[in-house]
């Protein structure tokens, strides 16, 4: 009995651990999302709802074999301009049809830091693709995937989700990412991006 007292101890101690990291925008090293999930939910404050990008990715070679699972490689950063977009949904019900825009996947090779004033990527490469949409593993939770083929070789620094399939003036980024264990692809390899938007509501 004391032994199972002092584990859930152990395991409420590192979940709180996990949950800070990812508040301070770094990626717990080796530690799923879905254990992420848990310690968000488990740590989330009174009287405020929390929202998080958690960026997940999977280097395939051209012949299809699976090079690396890097696992969760981002946690954050979502713009001003998706939350300006988000509220105006509330008062358009033209925004708000189109909430389900937001899985143009794309990548880039930019290394500034994210800021949540980004409205693009730093220095988009290839062609955006249009990834499936899902709840993730829970109800409060926004997934959409999307394999992303390299036309050359290419190292994936960035991430972003957009609502639209080619760069316009009145595009919305969602949320841009820096990849924190950057992938270099030959030509024709394949990553698989996994983009998870949590909405965690108050305790």
Not at 133 to 139: K, L, V
Not at 179 to 199: Q, R
Request: proline share 2%.
């Amino acid at each position: 009995m004391l032994f199972g007292k002092i584990k859930e101890i152990g395991k409420v101690w590192r979940l709180r651990k996990i949950a800070a990291q990812v508040r301070e925008g770094k990626v717990p090293k080796g530690i799923s999302k879905e254990t992420i999930f848990e310690a968000l939910r488990m740590t989330r404050p009174k009287n405020a709802m929390e929202v998080f990008g958690i960026l997940s990715m999977k280097h395939y070679g051209a012949d299809g074999v699976l090079k690396a699972d890097l696992g969760v490689q981002s946690v954050r950063k979502i713009t001003l301009a998706f939350v300006k977009y988000l509220a105006d949904g509330f008062c358009s019900s033209v925004s708000a049809a189109l909430l389900d825009d937001f899985v143009y996947h794309a990548a880039g090779a930019g290394s500034a830091a994210e800021a949540s004033g980004d409205i693009a990527l730093g220095a988009e490469t290839g062609v955006r693709v249009a990834g499936s949409q899902t709840h993730g593993s829970q109800s409060y939770i926004f997934e959409t995937v999307k394999t992303w083929v390299a036309s050359g070789v290419f190292t994936a620094i960035e991430h972003g989700l957009f609502n639209c399939l080619t760069s316009t003036a009145s595009q919305v980024l969602l949320d841009r990412s820096l990849v924190s264990t950057p992938p270099t692809c030959a030509t024709a390899d394949e990553i698989v991006f996994t983009y998870d938007l949590t909405l965690n509501s108050e305790t």
